[in-house]
């Protein structure tokens, strides 16, 4: 149990152009999703927190207009990264919390490496 | 959440126990220690959490001092395919749920 899924796991897109990412949680409920990003032999940056139905919750430094969270349903959570610019090239990672938990384990995707040219 | 402090790396035989050290001296009551590990370019994987008491599960033990303030994860015959970052993250348990990652520390298990 408790698997989580990210498509795509890796994409390669222009500059200027947005780049949607999709986050499921397949075989739970999840309340709450988080999204990391991660740069090359860097450990793991929370981006931001989602939670079902309502805004998401950014980091300090992280760009809520460029990072577009959408969750919108308790499997569900998307990452848009607008206006995408080489810079915004990393391995973005989502997490998943069980909503039946009252600890804070969660559970990882496999990840999406984005290029940005 | 307390901050955490593990070694950058360590070397461990394949087939021996690998016991990897985390300080977490200002935890609090309510923070849980949760360890991930991250084989390379690949999402995260849960492995234990505890909050007091020892736990283990089918892939580790994790070892609590009575004060909390470090703990051991304890890969009991390590194989090859244990090669990875392992993090150690205190968190305050309740809804915000948000684990904040340092660098962890690179286990490689030799031959």
């Known amino acids: 149990g408790a698997v989580v899924s990210q498509h795509p796991s890796w994409v390669i897109c222009k500059s200027g152009t947005s780049v949607k990412i999709e986050c499921r949680s397949l075989?739970?409920?999840?309340?709450?999703m988080f999204w990391y990003r991660q740069f090359p032999k860097q450990s793991l940056m929370l981006m931001a927190t989602?939670?079902?139905?309502?805004?998401?919750?950014?980091e300090q430094g992280v760009e809520k207009d460029k990072f577009l969270i959408n969750h919108a349903s308790l499997t569900l959570s998307t990452l848009t990264v607008t206006s995408a610019h080489p810079e915004d090239s990393s391995f973005y990672i989502c997490?998943?919390?069980?909503?039946?938990?009252?600890?804070?384990?969660?559970?990882f995707g496999p990840g999406t490496r984005l290029t940005v040219l | 959440d307390a901050k955490t402090t593990q070694p950058p790396s360590m070397d461990c035989a394949e087939g021996r126990a690998a016991n990897l050290p985390c300080n977490h001296s200002?935890?609090?009551?309510?923070?849980?220690v949760y360890w991930y590990r991250q084989i390379h370019s690949q999402g995260p994987q849960y492995i234990i959490h505890?909050?007091?008491n020892n736990e283990t599960n089918e892939m580790a033990s994790l070892i609590i001092t009575e004060d909390r303030k470090s703990s051991t994860l304890i890969l009991p015959h390590a194989t090859l395919r244990d090669t990875a970052v392992y993090y150690c993250?205190?968190?305050?348990?309740?809804?915000?749920?948000?684990?904040?990652f340092g660098q962890g520390t690179t286990l490689q298990v030799k031959p």
């Open positions: 997490s998943a919390r069980s909503s039946s938990q009252s600890t804070d384990t969660q559970y």
């Open positions: 075989d739970f409920q999840a309340t709450t």
């Open positions: 989602s939670n079902e139905g309502s805004k998401a919750t950014y």
């Open positions: 200002t935890i609090s009551g309510n923070e849980y």
């Open positions: 505890g909050l007091k």
């Open positions: 993250i205190v968190s305050r348990s309740g809804n915000t749920g948000k684990l904040i």
